[in-house]
């Protein structure tokens, strides 16, 4: 399982654009690339996946470079709801496997 | 429909008793988990279902115990607990085809267990 390291907290204000890094040096080939968010005593939301370049949603963006050893979560003009820990996740195990939860990012967005 | 539901929301109980918890889903998914999250950390797996056989155990004492009746229901038996087994019990389910054909979690709200 390739690990990931993410920094432990960040903060902003609402309005702004928000990136959250993810190193994922020993990522294999097969490897995607997901990102959850968790609100407090609640269960971790999908956010985006991705495996190379570029994914949007309507809730983030995922910019993945070419060698694949990061990944950035962006979520564009945060608001208070936005605050809440968020996961990147490496993985490529066959059907029935989990994927292993690294220590997050806490984002704080204040007024 | 794209829910995990879980029941109960919250579980106190004493040393002595045995609880069950629930997790259901409707979505067609053929793999689902079974997490523990302690306070201000991040959910650690402890069992996996692929196809409603036990594909991981991750080394979990044996007073829990999970059963898959079908793909669409898991249960974990609670036995004698100790108080540091108090956590968010977590359930998800995932298509399982795989992540590497896009393969994602999807989580429930969670059990509150509170062990006395």
């Known amino acids: 399982l390739a690990k990931t390291t993410q920094p432990i907290s960040m903060d902003s204000y609402e309005g702004q654009e928000v990136n959250i890094t993810c190193s994922h040096n020993?990522?294999?080939?097969?490897?995607?690339i997901t990102w959850y968010q968790q609100f407090p005593s609640q269960g971790p939301r999908f956010i985006i996946q991705?495996?190379?370049t570029k994914v949007t949603n309507e809730v983030a963006s995922l910019f993945i470079p070419a060698d694949r050893k990061s990944s950035t979560l962006s979520l564009p003009r945060v608001s208070l709801s936005d605050t809440a820990v968020y996961y990147c996740?490496?993985?490529?195990?066959?059907?029935?496997?989990?994927?292993?939860f690294g220590k997050g990012t806490t984002l704080s967005v204040s007024s | 429909d794209t829910e995990v539901t879980q029941t109960p929301k919250h579980l106190v109980m004493g040393m002595t008793n045995k609880k069950s918890l629930k997790c259901e889903q409707h979505?067609?998914?053929?793999?689902m988990y079974w997490y523990k999250q302690k306070a201000k950390k991040p959910p650690e797996l402890m069992f996996v279902?692929?196809?409603?056989?036990?594909?991981i155990n991750e080394s979990v004492p044996s007073r829990f115990s999970p059963e898959c009746p079908n793909s669409s229901l898991l249960n974990l038996h609670l036995h004698a607990l100790q108080p540091e087994d108090s956590a968010l019990y977590l359930c998800?389910?995932?298509?399982?085809?795989?992540?590497?054909?896009?393969?994602?979690?999807?989580f429930g709200p969670g059990t509150r267990l509170t062990v006395l």
């Open positions: 279902y692929s196809y409603e056989k036990l594909s």
């Open positions: 979505m067609g998914h053929r793999a």
């Open positions: 020993n990522i294999a080939t097969n490897d995607y």
């Open positions: 998800a389910s995932s298509p399982g085809r795989g992540l590497a054909k896009g393969d994602t979690q999807y």
């Open positions: 996740l490496v993985g490529d195990e066959p059907a029935g496997t989990a994927l292993i």
């Open positions: 991705g495996y190379k």
